[in-house]
C-alpha cells in the first residue's frame, strides 16, 4: 500500500543541512496497524505528515496504491487524500462552531456527498459510537475522550482506507486512552482499515502489530 | 452547501460579537452615505431621460455673436416664428412643441384669497405629444382644443380641489378664467420640467402686449424642442433652421443648434436659464466620495478579518486535512462577507428611512425610500455587490491559502506582506479622513471670512419689498410719482420705520450689466468699460450706512437728477482726470457729473470681485423699497408694510424678504457644501476610529503575553500604553504627510472660486494633526490601558 523509499528531510542552518529524517524506507502493508515511536525531535510527526500528504520531502519516493505522490498535480493528490485517508489529532481539532453532527459531516459536503446518503451515513456513525444523544452539543460542551471519538468519527466518515494518528492519547487520562486504543484495534481487526499512530507511550504502541522506533530522524528499529 | 456555508458564518460571526459589532455599524455607516450619494447621481445622470422618444429630442438653441470682443450669448430659447417654420418646413422634425414664461410666478385667486403659484409655464398644444406625462384625469385634446385650458399636477388639484375630479373646474389665474382641462401624475423628480401649472399657449399669445411683437424675430423667447424622425440627419436639420433664420432675420447673427435633451441637465455655458441644472462635474465628484466612504468601511472588515486570521488558521487548516479545497474555503469567506454586508444593508436602509428628511433638504427634492423601483434595486443590490467583493476577496484568497501543515506547526501565518497591506489600508483610511478634516476646517473658516468681513453696507433691521411692476404699469410719470410717494408717506407716518429708501435692485446682488455704455472726459473711446449701473434715492446712503470716499451723497428734488456716484472700483477702471468730484459723466446718453466716491461695497456675493459701480439718481421711486425698522420694532413695521400693501396694491399677495436673510442665502451652495464635506468627515472619521478600534483591541490581545512580560520585568503603565500605541500613531502621522499636500491642493482649488478669501495658514494642518492624533490615542489607549493595568499574572496563565 504505501513504499517509502530514500526519504529525506532537512533545514538548512548556516548552510549546513540539518536532517529531520534521513534515508527512511518503509514498506506498509494494506491492514496494518503501525505505530511510530521515538523521542521528541526524532521527525515522527513529520514523516506521518508525509505519509498524509500534508508534506513533502527533500528528497525520495513515496508510493501509494502505486502512485507517485510527488509527481502528482495539487488537485490529483487532494482527490487521492480525501478519498483514502483520514486524520486524527491529539488536540482533536473539531470545528468549534459545528455540532457533534455537523463535524462528523464536513467531510462529506467536501466530497459532495448527496444529502440523503449523508444523513443515513452520519446516523450509522453517531450509532455505531453511542453517540445519538450528544449529536447537538458543541466540541465545548464535551469531554476530551468524548472529543476525541467525534475526531475519529469524522476521520471515519468517508470510509478512509488508511487512518493517520498523531498521539491520538496525548490529552487523554489513561482510562480515556484505553478506550481509544481497543477502538483502533477494533476498526484494524473489523474494517480492515490501515493504521498509523505515533505515540510516546509504549503501552499504547504495542497494540500495533508493528513498531519503528525513529531517533534523529533515522529509522533505529523496525519491530514486526 | 451553501446552508453549510451560512451556517458556519453566522455561528463565527456570532461568536465574535464585538468585532462583527464594529463591522455592521461601520459598513452600514458608509453604506448609508454611498447609497444616498449614488440616489443623488443617479437621478442626475438620468435627466429626462423617461420619454420614450428621449434620443430624438432635441431643444432648439441660439448662440448670438455680440460683436464685441467675441463675446458670445448662448439662449435656450428662439423666436416664436421659428417654431411655426421649422415644423412646416423641415421634412426631418416629425414634432414640436415651445413653451413659454418657464417657471415664472402667477397668482391664483382662490376662494378670495392670492396664491402665488412658482412652477408656471405656458405650452403649446404639442407639448403632450412630444413628452411624456400620465393623465390622471382627463386627456390632451381637450388642453389643445381650448385657448384657455389649464393642466395642472397631481398635488396642485387636491390643493385646490379636493380629492374630487376637477375637470371643467375654473381655475383664475391672475386676470384670466382658465378651465382645468387635464390633471397629470406630479412630474419626476428627473424632469427639467417641473411645472405645476400648465397654461395654454394660445392664451398667452393672444394677450395684446405679447400679440403685438410675438411675429418679431428678434425676440428670443420661447425654449422650443424638436422630435426628429428617426432617420433624420441632425446636420441636416441645423442647416436648415440656420437656412430658415437667414432668410427670415436681417443680419442674422445668430448660430442655430440642436441640445439633445438628455444632456440638457448638464448644459453649463447658456447665458440665463430658468430650468434647473445639475453640474456633471459635482455628480463624479460625489460619485468618488461615495465609493470611497463605502471603501473606508470595508476596510474596516478586510483588516479586522485578516488580523484574526491567525485565529481563524485553526479551522481552516482543519477543514483542509478533511478535505476542503481551496474553492470551498474561499466561498465560505465570501459568504461570511456577504452575510454582513447584506445586514449592513438592511441596517442602512433604516438608516436611509430615518434620515431620508435631511437628505431631501439638502438635495432639495423629495426623494422617496420605496422598494419598488428598479432603479432603488440597482443601486441597492450594486451597493451589496461592491461591498461583498470589496470585504470577501482578499481574507478570502489570504485565508484560504493556509498551508495547514504550517498552522500546526505553530508558524506564524501571518505574512509580512500581510500586516503591511493592513497598515496600508489603515493609512488609506486616516489620508482621507485627514483630507475632509482640512477640507472641512477651510470651507468653514472661508464662510466665517464671509460672514464677519465687513461688506460696506449695514443691513440690519432692513426689510426689502419688491413692488410689481404690474401695480404701477398702466400710470403715467406723475401718477408713478404720487404712487410712491404715498407709499413712502404711509411707511414712514407708521411710527414703527426709522428709514426708508428706494433702489433699482437688490443691493447685495446687483445682476445687471452693461458694456461701453459709459463714457467721461479723457476717456480712451477704445476701452468699453463694464458696469453695474444702479439707481438709488437720497436716503439710500444712510438707511444702508454706506461710507463716502469724497463729495457728497444724492439730494432730494431735481438737483441731482442727471448726477452719478461711482465706487472706488470705477474709479481706479477709469481713471479721470482730478478733481473727479464735478467731472463730466454719461451713461446710456444721459450726461451729468459725478458728485461723489463711494466706498466700494460687495453688490455681489464675494465670490466675484468688486467691479465698476455707477449709482444714478432715481427721482424717488424704484421697483425695490427698503425699510429700516426702528429698534425693537420689527413686528410693528411689518404690521405697517402689509397694511400699506393691501391699501395700494390689492392684487398682489405681500411678500418681503430680511435684507440679512438675503445675503445669507447668497451662500446657500457654500453652506450646503460646507455641510456635506462636514457629514462627510465625521462619517469618514467615525469609521476610521472603529476600525482602529478593532486593531487596536485585537494586537493588544495577541501581545497579552509580551504585556505579561515586560510587567514582571518592570515596565510601567505608561510605557506599556506608548508601546501599544505608537505603532498606530506612525500610521495617523504617515496619513497626516500623504493627505496634507491632497487637501491643500483641493481646499486652494475650491478658495479660488471666491474673489476674497482666506489663506490656508499653517495652523488649519496643525490643528488637523492633533486633532488625528487626539482620535487616534484616545481610540487606542482604552485598549492598551486595560492591557496594561491588568495583572501579569493572569496575562501570563492564558498561556
Known amino acids: 500500500m504505501i513504499q517509502l523509499e530514500k526519504i529525506s528531510k532537512w533545514y ?7 536532517f529531520v529524517l534521513k534515508d527512511i524506507h518503509l514498506d506498509i502493508e494494506e491492514g496494518a496497524f503501525l505505530s511510530i515511536m521515538g523521542p521528541s525531535g526524532s521527525g515522527k510527526s513529520t514523516l506521518l505528515n508525509i505519509i498524509g500528504m500534508l508534506d513533502t520531502s527533500d528528497e525520495g519516493n513515496y508510493r501509494f496504491f502505486g502512485e507517485s505522490v510527488f509527481d502528482l498535480k495539487e488537485k490529483k493528490r487532494t482527490e487521492l487524500y480525501k478519498k483514502n485517508i483520514g486524520y486524527i489529532f491529539q488536540a482533536y481539532h473539531l ?17 459532495d456527498v448527496k444529502g440523503s446518503e449523508r444523513k443515513a451515513m452520519v446516523a450509522d456513525m453517531l450509532d455505531r459510537f453511542n453517540m445519538v444523544g450528544k449529536k447537538d452539543l458543541f466540541p465545548s460542551q464535551l469531554s476530551g475522550g468524548q472529543q476525541q471519538l467525534v475526531g475519529i468519527a469524522r476521520a471515519l466518515i468517508a470510509k478512509p482506507k488508511l487512518l493517520l494518528a498523531d498521539e491520538p ?37 504495542a497494540y500495533g502489530d508493528r513498531i519503528i522506533d525513529l531517533l534523529d530522524g533515522r529509522i533505529q528499529q523496525n519491530i514486526q | 452547501m451553501l446552508r453549510n456555508y451560512l451556517k458556519t458564518a453566522f455561528r463565527s460571526l456570532l461568536k465574535n460579537k464585538f468585532t ?5 455599524f461601520g459598513l452600514s455607516v458608509g453604506m448609508t452615505a454611498a447609497v444616498f450619494i449614488f440616489i443623488w447621481v443617479q437621478n442626475e445622470h438620468s435627466f429626462d431621460n423617461y420619454h420614450p422618444s428621449n434620443q430624438y429630442i432635441y431643444r432648439i438653441t441660439n448662440t448670438i455673436n455680440l460683436g464685441t470682443n467675441n463675446d458670445t450669448w448662448k439662449w435656450e430659447t428662439s423666436p416664436y416664428n421659428l417654431g411655426e417654420f421649422a415644423l412646416k418646413e423641415i421634412p426631418g422634425i416629425k ?3 415651445r413653451c413659454g414664461n418657464v417657471n415664472s410666478s402667477h397668482n391664483i385667486i382662490y376662494k378670495n384669497r392670492i396664491i402665488p403659484e412658482k412652477n408656471c409655464a405656458y405650452v403649446d398644444s404639442n407639448w403632450f405629444s412630444v413628452f411624456k406625462y400620465d393623465f390622471v384625469y382627463g386627456d390632451p385634446s381637450a388642453f389643445n382644443n381650448n385657448n384657455y385650458a389649464v393642466a395642472i399636477t397631481e398635488s396642485k388639484a387636491k390643493k385646490y380641489f379636493g380629492t374630487a375630479n376637477p375637470i371643467g373646474n375654473i381655475l383664475k389665474i391672475d386676470t384670466l378664467n382658465y378651465t382645468v382641462e387635464a390633471v397629470v401624475k406630479d412630474n419626476p423628480l428627473n424632469s427639467s420640467f417641473q411645472f405645476d401649472i400648465m397654461m395654454q399657449m394660445g392664451s398667452h399669445i393672444t394677450q395684446p402686449r405679447v400679440a403685438k411683437n410675438i411675429h418679431s424675430w428678434g425676440n428670443f423667447n420661447f425654449p422650443t424642442y424638436v422630435l426628429l424622425q428617426d432617420n433624420a440627419n441632425v446636420q441636416k436639420v441645423t442647416g436648415m433652421l440656420n437656412a430658415i433664420m437667414n432668410r427670415e432675420r436681417e443680419k442674422n447673427s445668430a448660430n442655430t443648434t440642436l441640445q439633445p435633451l438628455s444632456t440638457m441637465h448638464f448644459e453649463t455655458d447658456l447665458q440665463s436659464t430658468s430650468l434647473p441644472h445639475g453640474n456633471r462635474k459635482t455628480t463624479y465628484i460625489f460619485s468618488v466620495l461615495g465609493i470611497l466612504l463605502l471603501l473606508t468601511a470595508c476596510i474596516n472588515y478586510v483588516n479586522l478579518t485578516t488580523a484574526k486570521a491567525s485565529l481563524r488558521s485553526k479551522e481552516v487548516g482543519i477543514k483542509k486535512i478533511i478535505g476542503a479545497g481551496r474553492k470551498h474555503l474561499f466561498m465560505q469567506f465570501i459568504v461570511e462577507s456577504f452575510l454582513i454586508s447584506i445586514v449592513s444593508l438592511l441596517l442602512s436602509l433604516l438608516f436611509i428611512q430615518l434620515l431620508l428628511p435631511v437628505f431631501n433638504s439638502i438635495t432639495e427634492k423629495q426623494f422617496v425610500l420605496t422598494l419598488f423601483s428598479f432603479t432603488m434595486w440597482k443601486i441597492l443590490l450594486s451597493t451589496l455587490i461592491v461591498a461583498t467583493i470589496l470585504n470577501g476577496i482578499y481574507p478570502a484568497i489570504m485565508l484560504s ?20 497591506v493592513r497598515k496600508s489600508l489603515v493609512v488609506f483610511q486616516f489620508s482621507l479622513s485627514v483630507i475632509l478634516i482640512i477640507g472641512s476646517i477651510v470651507i468653514f473658516k472661508q464662510l466665517k471670512h464671509i460672514q464677519n468681513s465687513n461688506p460696506g453696507y449695514n443691513l440690519s433691521q432692513v426689510v426689502s419689498m419688491e413692488i410689481p411692476y404690474n401695480a404701477y404699469r398702466k400710470l403715467n410719470d406723475e401718477q408713478q410719482e404720487h404712487f410712491f410717494a404715498a407709499i413712502r408717506h404711509e411707511l414712514l407716518n407708521s411710527g414703527a420705520v426709522e428709514g426708508l429708501t428706494m433702489g433699482g435692485d437688490q443691493i447685495i446682488n446687483v445682476g445687471n450689466f452693461s458694456s461701453g455704455n459709459v463714457d467721461w472726459d479723457g ?47 470705477a474709479l481706479r477702471m477709469f481713471n479721470m482726470h482730478t478733481p473727479v468730484i464735478g467731472q463730466r459723466f454719461t451713461m446710456g446718453g444721459d450726461t451729468g457729473k459725478v458728485v461723489g466716491i463711494v466706498k466700494d461695497f460687495h453688490y455681489q456675493s464675494m465670490h466675484e470681485k468688486i467691479g465698476a459701480l455707477v449709482m444714478k439718481y432715481n427721482n424717488g421711486y424704484d421697483s425695490y423699497i427698503f425699510l429700516k425698522a426702528a429698534a425693537g420694532k420689527i413686528p410693528a413695521a411689518l404690521q405697517a408694510a402689509a397694511t400699506t400693501w393691501k391699501k395700494f396694491i390689492p392684487s398682489e399677495p405681500f411678500e418681503y424678504t430680511f435684507m440679512d436673510e438675503s445675503f445669507d442665502r447668497l451662500y446657500k451652495e457654500d453652506r450646503k457644501i460646507s455641510s456635506l464635506v462636514f457629514i462627510f468627515s465625521i462619517i469618514a472619521v467615525v469609521i476610521a476610529a472603529l476600525g482602529l478600534f478593532g486593531l487596536a483591541a485585537f494586537t493588544t490581545e495577541i501581545r497579552t503575553k509580551e504585556i505579561g512580560i515586560r510587567k514582571v520585568l518592570g515596565a510601567g503603565v505608561q510605557s506599556i500604553v506608548f508601546l501599544l500605541s505608537k505603532d498606530f500613531i506612525k500610521l495617523a502621522l504617515l496619513a497626516f504627510v500623504i493627505a496634507s499636500p491632497i487637501a491643500w491642493y483641493f481646499a486652494n482649488k475650491w478658495l479660488e472660486d471666491f474673489a476674497y478669501r482666506i489663506d490656508i495658514s499653517w495652523w488649519i494642518f496643525a490643528i488637523t494633526v492633533v486633532l488625528a492624533m487626539i482620535i487616534t490615542i484616545v481610540t487606542v489607549s482604552s485598549h492598551a490601558i486595560k492591557a496594561a493595568i491588568s495583572s501579569p499574572v493572569n496575562n501570563l496563565r492564558s498561556e
Not at chain 1, 172 to 196: A, P, R, V, W
Open chain 2, 401 to 420: 491559502s493556509f498551508k495547514p501543515i504550517e498552522v500546526f506547526r505553530g508558524k506564524t501565518i501571518l505574512k509580512l506582506n500581510d500586516a503591511f
Open chain 2, 20 to 24: 462583527t459589532a464594529i463591522n455592521l
Open chain 1, 12 to 18: 538548512n542552518t548556516n548552510g549546513a543541512r540539518n
Open chain 2, 523 to 569: 476717456h480712451d473711446t477704445a476701452f468699453q468699460a463694464t458696469v453695474s449701473p444702479y439707481s438709488a434715492d437720497a436716503d439710500f446712503q444712510k438707511v444702508f450706512q454706506l461710507q463716502m470716499k469724497e463729495g457728497r451723497w444724492f439730494h432730494e428734488g431735481k438737483e441731482d437728477e442727471h448726477n452719478y456716484i461711482l465706487n472706488e472700483s
Open chain 1, 169 to 205: 492519547t496525548g490529552n487523554l487520562n489513561s482510562k480515556q486512552g484505553e478506550e481509544i486504543m481497543e477502538l483502533f484495534k477494533k476498526i484494524n481487526t473489523e474494517d480492515k482499515i490501515t493504521i498509523i499512530q505515533v505515540t510516546h507511550s509504549e503501552k499504547n504502541a
Open chain 2, 95 to 97: 414634432n414640436l412643441t
Open chain 1, 95 to 111: 470545528i468549534d462552531e459545528l455540532t457533534v453532527y455537523e463535524n462528523i459531516e464536513t467531510p462529506l459536503l467536501y466530497q
